[in-house]
């Protein structure tokens, strides 16, 4: 059970990444977890994914890989209500006010693993300003090439030193970098995907001012959360 509202942004917000063009067919899904008091949605294009926890009233966990673009489609017709949510084996009922839906879902088990921040990570994680990831999506991200041939330009080059970390992108013609203040250690230079930090700045909660991230070395990856 959750509020049309609260589902209808999450999904709307995890369905952007979702790819339409893939010889994977699961990653055309968004996965749907429920768990002791909340629901997660969950979608990747394995480059960049995306996860949104939120509050529910749960009965029974569970897991179910379902059609994005349909989905989306159906949750968005809705009443602004109580949305009630039901697994029948690979199948979700949904059912609000006086409309009822039900949609055919792909074993969760197929769906990629996306890696999570745990609660280890924490104390390795950095902290950085909501207006200053703003910035960097705004004045550096831009700058950064679109040309598929050149893999190294589509990325932003982060280096984190003592009480600073420097964003870099170009596109072989215009170079843009910004100066970030914080409290950040020496690092290895990393390059995030543009498009990947564009969603990160998008997503980020308005009611929040920081946001977290953390360096997978392990797993050449870059975790952002909220706080």
């Known amino acids: 059970q959750i509020l049309q509202e609260n589902l209808n942004k999450a999904v709307s917000l995890t369905s952007k990444i979702v790819s339409n063009k893939t010889e994977l067919p699961i990653l055309t899904n968004i996965l749907i977890t429920s768990q002791k008091n909340d629901i997660t949605i969950s979608a990747t294009n394995l480059e960049t994914s995306v996860v949104i926890k939120l509050p529910a009233k749960v009965e029974e966990e569970g897991r179910l890989a379902l059609p994005a673009k349909t989905f989306q489609e159906i949750i968005l017709s809705l009443s602004a209500e109580k949305v009630f949510l039901e697994r029948e084996k690979e199948k979700l009922k949904i059912i609000c006010g006086r409309t009822k839906a039900q949609i055919n ?45 050149r893999p190294v ?40 995907p543009a498009r990947s930090l564009l969603e990160v700045g998008r ?25």
Do not use: Y
Not at 114 to 122: A, F, G, Q, R, Y
């Open 105 to 149: 879902g792909l074993p969760a088990d197929d769906f990629p693993v996306i890696p999570t921040l745990k609660e280890e990570d924490l104390a390795k994680s950095w902290k950085i300003k909501k207006e200053d990831m703003a910035m960097i999506c705004q004045q550096v991200v831009l700058a950064a090439s679109s040309d598929e041939s």
């Open 203 to 227: 997503l980020a909660d308005k009611e929040e001012k920081e946001m977290i991230f953390f360096v997978d070395k392990k797993q050449n990856q870059i975790i952002f959360a909220s706080k």
């Open 153 to 192: 330009l589509n990325g932003v080059w982060l280096k984190m030193e003592k009480g600073k970390m420097t964003a870099v992108a170009t596109d072989g013609f215009r170079l843009s970098e910004k100066e970030i203040k914080g409290d950040f250690k020496e690092e290895k230079p990393l390059i995030v």
